[in-house]
């Protein structure tokens, strides 16, 4: 059994088991698969030390893992199926197979299996972190955020719980009621999400509900994290664009007094400043809004997005030959298109907004992009 484990220690990363008591794993430490070159002579080598040590479960599952590396899923849930089947299995050793089990079918893309073993796994060893991470994942890939957000809530991560509360409101249809509901629990949750906010606001505004919209707009723009707490106000032009001056200008005209109001007495803002512009052109107030697209070349006069609205608003001032006009237009319109928004963790661009970098899977990563260099 020493060259066996010697063996291992040469082919496979060592890694603490959390699944385990610490008296097992000093017993029956497990051994994990690195990502090396040498996969499949090491499989060949391992299905010929299986025949000989049928009784080496933590071999058994490190052969069903370098099976899953080289995607032979098959072959790697046969395994796992054949280890939980044995009769008097230590529960740790049972719960690890269910739990390789849960992410074989997961890669094979068999969620239900996959959530069965995983829970076969977690009434074994309880509310292990290792297997709540992947329920979690499933679930909200699989778009069960209900299941998502409880399973968030068991790992008290309070930025994902209320990511997902608010997806559960949004996409199962729910009245308004219950929406505001789930909510308020999400805001209990973490008082700092911007998507929490965001679906707020967005309810008293098309309940019309002036007051409401004006006294939590407030509170959203403070609680939320300067760094992001644009996203509020993205997310909120993204919606009134598409709709008419008399549904939105009440409204235009309470984020232009809240977010003035924050500029001058709280923190000079370059993006609170540039959006205050961009709701004032919704409703047609195009010298107001050159007047604060101003003040935000000021802040920067590298801050691009601003100079090119300027652009677009100066170009119907100049006496330009057709051709012109078409070749520029050409031009502004491709600049409007460039991606506003990237994460600062892995530097992924986007066109629209996200809580969930789709890449690096940080949280709460986006920034706005001000400079064409970034």
Request: proline share 2%.
């Amino acid at each position: 059994m020493i060259f066996f484990k010697k063996f291992l220690n040469k082919i496979f990363f060592k890694r603490q088991i959390d699944l385990f008591p610490r008296q097992i794993k000093k017993k029956n430490q497990l051994w994990y698969l690195p990502a090396g070159e040498d996969t499949i002579a090491a499989i060949n080598q391992l299905s010929a030390v299986v025949k000989d040590n049928p009784d080496a479960i933590e071999i058994y599952l490190a052969l069903g893992n370098l099976f899953r590396a080289q995607s032979e899923l098959e072959r790697a849930i046969l395994i796992r199926q054949s280890i939980i089947a044995r009769p008097n299995l230590q529960p740790a050793f049972k719960a690890r197979a269910w739990y390789e089990l849960g992410i074989d079918y997961k890669r094979a893309g068999l969620v239900d299996r996959a959530i069965y073993a995983l829970k076969q796994a977690e009434k074994i060893a309880g509310k292990n972190k290792e297997i709540l991470e992947i329920l979690a994942k499933i679930y909200a890939q699989s778009g069960d955020f209900k299941q998502a957000a409880y399973y968030y809530n068991q790992l008290n991560n309070n930025i994902a719980y209320a990511h997902y509360l608010i997806k559960w409101a949004r996409h199962n249809k729910q009245n308004n009621r219950e929406k505001l509901k789930l909510i308020k629990k999400a805001l209990e949750a973490y008082i700092g999400s911007p998507e929490a906010w965001l679906e707020l606001l967005l309810i008293y505004w098309q309940t019309k509900q002036i007051k409401d919209f004006k006294s939590n707009l407030k509170k959203a723009l403070s609680s939320v994290h300067s760094s992001i707490n644009f996203t509020i106000l993205e997310g909120i032009y993204q919606q009134f664009k598409d709709n008419t001056k008399e549904d939105i200008s009440p409204f235009v005209e309470i984020i232009h007094d809240i977010i003035t109001n924050v500029i001058t007495t709280i923190n000079k803002d370059i993006l609170l400043t540039y959006y205050n512009a961009r709701f004032l052109l919704l409703i047609d107030e195009k010298e107001k809004s050159r007047i604060w697209l101003d003040k935000t070349l000021l802040l920067d006069s590298e801050f691009w997005p601003a100079r090119l609205i300027l652009l677009q608003l100066d170009m119907d001032k100049q006496a330009l030959s057709q051709n012109f006009k078409t070749h520029l237009n050409f031009f502004i319109s491709k600049a409007f298109k460039v991606k506003h928004f990237i994460c600062k963790r892995c530097g992924l661009k986007r066109e629209n907004l996200f809580f969930l970098c789709p890449r690096c899977a940080s949280w709460h990563s986006i920034t706005f992009r001000k400079n064409l260099n970034e």
